[in-house]
Antibody, heavy 119, light 110 residues
């Protein structure tokens, strides 16, 4: 069975850093394209970034609001995806989801992990 | 990359059909057949309803259908049921390893 479990969220001050993880089961995290999507409280979905599969070159790309501050990586041995967030801003407050991408669709979705940036 | 444009709300009576539009540009919707749609109930994670413009994942009722014409994609829900009341989001691949979402449409079953 395929499932994704995000963890590591919490409260952080503006300018701070936080790393959230996504433990994957049912498939290899290096075998597929993986994405992070976030949803600010009461707002819509926003694509954050993507890491390509190993055969796809493993490149990463990010949305403009987070480029240069966020880093997506993965640990093959732990079958885990990471999102490292630096220079955090109040507007980064959101529920962060990691999702497997297939044929341009994101599925399945985990429960998400809440990141709150506040002084 | 600007968000795709969706109407803020749509509604219909049980049994009727409702269609939600999602307008982008030739750099996203118009340029690729990677449009997907998501249903989100309050307090729940989104659920994939349509991918690759008009493909349904297993388990999604055939009352849900997708299409695309030019820079606009559409999701139609036929035979509306009470449980279809939710927020719906479109998404499109936008080239160069980028994706973009729509701003969401709240569907109300009258």
């Amino acid at each position: 069975e395929v499932y994704l479990v995000e963890s590591g969220g919490g409260l952080v001050k503006p300018g701070g850093s936080l790393r959230v993880s996504c433990e994957v089961s049912g498939f290899g995290v290096t075998d597929v394209y993986m994405n992070w999507v976030r949803q600010a409280p009461g707002k819509g979905l926003e694509w954050v970034g993507r890491i390509n599969s190993k055969t796809g070159g493993g490149a990463t790309n990010y949305a403009a609001p987070v480029k240069g501050r966020f880093i997506i990586s993965r640990d093959d041995s732990k079958n885990t995806l990471w999102l490292e967030m630096n220079s955090l801003k109040i507007e980064d407050t959101a529920l962060y989801y990691c999702i497997k991408e297939e044929i341009g669709g994101f599925d399945p979705w985990g429960q998400g992990i809440l990141v709150t940036v506040s002084s | 990359q600007s968000a795709l444009t969706q109407p803020p709300s749509a509604s219909g009576s049980p049994g009727q059909s409702v269609t939600i539009s999602c307008t982008g540009t030739s750099s996203d919707i118009g340029g690729y057949n990677f449009v997907s749609w998501y249903q989100q109930h309050p307090g729940k994670a989104p659920k994939l309803m349509i991918y690759a413009v008009n493909k349904r994942p297993s388990g999604v009722p055939d009352r849900f259908s997708g299409s695309k014409s030019g820079n606009t994609a559409s999701l139609t829900v036929s035979g509306l049921q009470a449980e279809d009341e939710a927020d719906y989001y479109c998404s499109s691949y936008a080239g160069s390893d980028n994706f973009v979402f729509g701003n969401g449409t709240q569907v109300t079953v009258l």
